[in-house]
């Protein structure tokens, strides 16, 4: 019997090590293939139309004392916030000759928010640094982006200019920037 628990013993040892050794070698051995990847279906469908709506953007008018809209097609924003960063960021564009912007050339829109019914609008510093200055210019760039907002987004009540994310008191020490603005009839005709 003692021989006999020695061989059963030697032989579970053997089939142990052996197990073992497979385990540790046998993916050394066997290559898994790869798994199957579907190659990309293509589609002849063409692509969806990005929603557009039209908006009314706002340009020096002819006389250059003013304002003067001019209907633009602009992304479809799913919600007010997203809608205003559309138009905003169609303003912020070069215009076409003959239409002259009001908004200093390299000016970016940082971030826009609508929030208990007005809307926030931080631009890049460039609205300041480029400013030529003026009480005229200031009406008509502050305006500008004022107009956008309210003539395209109704329910916004006022718009808050920020620069660089700060409040500033004006952009070029004519027009008091430390509340919400509202349009204004005497820039936009």
Same mark, same amino acid.
């Given at each position: 019997m003692p021989g006999r628990a020695i061989v059963v013993g030697a032989v579970g040892l053997l089939t142990a090590v052996l197990a073992w050794g497979l385990f540790i070698a046998l993916p050394r051995w066997v290559a898994l293939p790869p798994p199957a990847v579907e190659p990309p279906v293509e589609s002849n469908a063409p692509a969806a139309?990005?929603?557009?709506?039209?908006?009314?953007?706002?340009?020096?008018?002819?006389?250059?004392?003013? &304002? !003067?809209?001019? =209907?633009?097609?602009?992304?479809?924003?799913?919600?007010?916030?997203?809608?205003? @960063? #559309?138009?905003?960021? +169609?303003? &912020? !564009?070069?215009? =076409?000759?003959?239409?002259?912007?009001?908004i200093p050339s390299?000016?970016?829109? @940082? #971030?826009?928010?609508? +929030?208990?019914?007005?809307?926030?609008v931080d631009v890049s510093s460039e609205i300041v640094s480029g400013h030529p200055g003026g009480t005229l210019?200031?009406?008509?760039?502050?305006?500008?982006?004022?107009?956008?907002?309210?003539?395209?987004?109704?329910?916004?009540?006022?718009?808050q200019i920020l620069v660089n994310g700060k409040e500033v008191d004006t952009l070029a020490g004519h027009i008091d920037l430390r509340q919400p603005l509202v349009t204004s009839p005497t820039w936009v005709q």
């Open positions: 139309p990005e929603r557009k709506i039209k908006a009314r953007l706002f340009f020096v008018s002819d006389d250059g004392h003013g &304002l !003067t809209g001019v =209907e633009r097609d602009v992304a479809f924003g799913a919600d007010p916030t997203a809608q205003a @960063r #559309a138009i905003l960021e +169609a303003q &912020l !564009t070069s215009p =076409e000759p003959p239409l002259l912007s009001a390299g000016t970016t829109l @940082r #971030a826009v928010f609508v +929030a208990n019914g007005d809307a926030y210019s200031e009406s008509l760039t502050i305006y500008t982006l004022v107009a956008a907002v309210k003539a395209n987004l109704p329910a916004v009540g006022g718009v």
